[in-house]
């Protein structure tokens, strides 16, 4: 039995290019467009749509701004099953750059949110379903929300906005079940008129499981990742979400396909999924940023602290902040 | 809050000892007791007492038949905090290798059975506690398992033992947190007089989830190994384990310092943990050997059918048995 409301999103591109400043060839952002297409995949985010203002082109491929152009070479020939979403960071990104819906192939604006920003991110969302879009509110680093704080971001959203959906994003894979349990009902409670979504990461490899977890207690909007390529331990892998979810209309073969032709090479570059450091970031719930540095220390000269110090590290600056 | 009656097994050279033919040297396993001992682990598992009739010493290594004098050179010298256990398989072990109690360092004789040996389990289980043991009873395969052979197993195993625990053993790794609850509550129905004890795989990255699903419904008795090491994409890792739980006797730090100075370099010689072969084999609900060979076909000579005909292999021979 399949629940046919549910509409799975997959991340490889946007949340990937966290890993390598979303520097990706139009060949492999094409690839997996494809194969996600094949697929049966309900929505693919191609990039963030952020300002160049916050982030200078120098340093970041054309998959953090997913200009129109991009946009159409990754995806020019290839049938469109599938909407197309890019994500606006709430406090990076620029309005200005979302044109009217006639002149983009952009079906989907996602914008990214800590709380504190969450007016920014109404804003973001408001302009985009003015210009005629689909938006949703993604809330970040929701591990490290204040409650009250939540609150009434939730009854803003539900108040404020017409989204179709607001996602909770496990920035720091740190969350386990009774938690999304926990955050699943609240935000039922508060958005009576919106969808409910969910993101996770694998840090302690629960980001597969708490998507389940999600799924049970009636979320519908689910982001996975190729392999799981994403932040640190990256994302819950579509080809496991592929392989829970019954309804027909999914195809796995093209998920493995693409995985073996297209992901696993990009592995000689990028070191995600799951591993000590991670694992210590997401048990202690904190940000990877720290774990990433390890990762990027120990595979570039092999000088790194040992297990132990970085544990003893994150686990005293965690307790100081 | 944490609950005392929660054990905690380190299955690691036992279940790792499927990846190696139990042939680690026994500093490893110095290694492994060692720390799992100062980690506050409650039982750790050194092999199996297996017989010389199904497994040949020229084949398979020390730690596949756990003789006295070899668990002592492991274990000589270091304070002994946990329970050692050894595990038994049912159909390829013999009731004459257990030695009396007050002759061996062992604590715990673990049986691991398919359903159709339950006989032949009780019977290794009942040497084991009439020579003075607890024991334990594994029940393997159990994704394979017909419901109506199971009950019959679990009866008798209540009726005609008196071992410590019957442990839930998802060798396939392809059990969703819904079927451990179901399994559970069906073990709980039976066994009114043991406790119930799980045991994970990890191919669909399931492992630790499916052990927090136990744990929440009221099993006690858990099993993990070092950073996952065990057969196909291995087990519940121990260090996030003991994060989860609560119980200030244990200590992480010895744990990730043993991962580092002696579970990864393991990695040059076997490959376990998370990836695409293993997850398919997951996703089936099947046996992992094939994936296993795939696996090493392409550590050996690169030489392999591809993830897609792998999969349709695969998926032919489920349909086929």
Chains 1, 2 share one sequence.
Not at 82 to 111: C, F, T, W, Y
Not at 214 to 223: E, F, Q, R, S
Not at 296 to 320: C, H, L, P, T, W
Request: charged share 25%; hydrophobic share 40%.
């Amino acid at each position: 039995m399949f629940r046919p409301q549910i509409k799975v999103c997959d991340c490889t591109i946007r949340d990937g290019g966290l890993m390598n400043n979303s520097k990706f060839t139009v060949e492999t952002v094409r690839s997996i467009y494809k194969a996600c297409s094949e697929a049966g995949v309900d929505i693919i985010e191609l990039g963030y749509r952020n300002s160049r203002d916050h982030f200078s082109p120098d340093k970041y491929g054309a998959w953090r701004f997913c200009d129109e152009d991009m946009l159409k070479k990754a995806t020019d020939g290839i049938p469109k099953t599938a909407k197309i979403a890019v994500m606006q960071d709430a406090h990076k990104a620029s309005g200005d750059d979302v044109l009217p819906k006639s002149e983009s192939i952009v079906d989907l604006i996602r914008v990214a949110t800590y709380v504190k920003d969450v007016d920014k991110a109404i804003a973001l969302a408001n302009n985009a379903t003015k210009k005629g879009y689909e938006a949703t509110i993604n809330i970040m680093a929701i591990s490290h929300v204040l409650e009250r704080d939540l609150d009434e971001a939730l009854q803003q959203i539900e108040a404020e906005t017409s989204i179709t959906a607001c996602y909770i994003v496990d920035s720091f894979g740190s969350l386990y079940s009774e938690d999304i349990d926990y955050l699943v009902h609240k935000f039922q409670r508060y958005l009576r008129t919106k969808e409910i979504g969910i993101h996770c990461h694998n840090q302690m490899q629960l980001g597969f499981a708490n998507t389940i977890e999600a799924i049970i207690k009636n979320v519908n909007y689910l982001d996975g990742t190729l392999y799981g390529l994403g932040r640190a331990a990256g994302n819950c892998p579509m080809e496991l979400l592929m392989g829970f979810l019954k309804n027909p209309k999914f195809n796995i073969l093209p998920i493995l396909d693409v995985i073996e032709s297209t992901i696993l090479p990009l592995r000689k570059d990028m070191e995600w999924g799951y591993n000590v450091p991670y694992m210590i970031s997401g048990m202690l719930n904190t940000h990877p940023i720290d774990a990433m540095k390890y990762v990027d220390a120990q595979r570039d000269n092999g000088k790194v602290e040992g297990f132990v110090k970085f544990y003893e590290r994150m686990r005293a600056e965690e307790i100081s902040t």
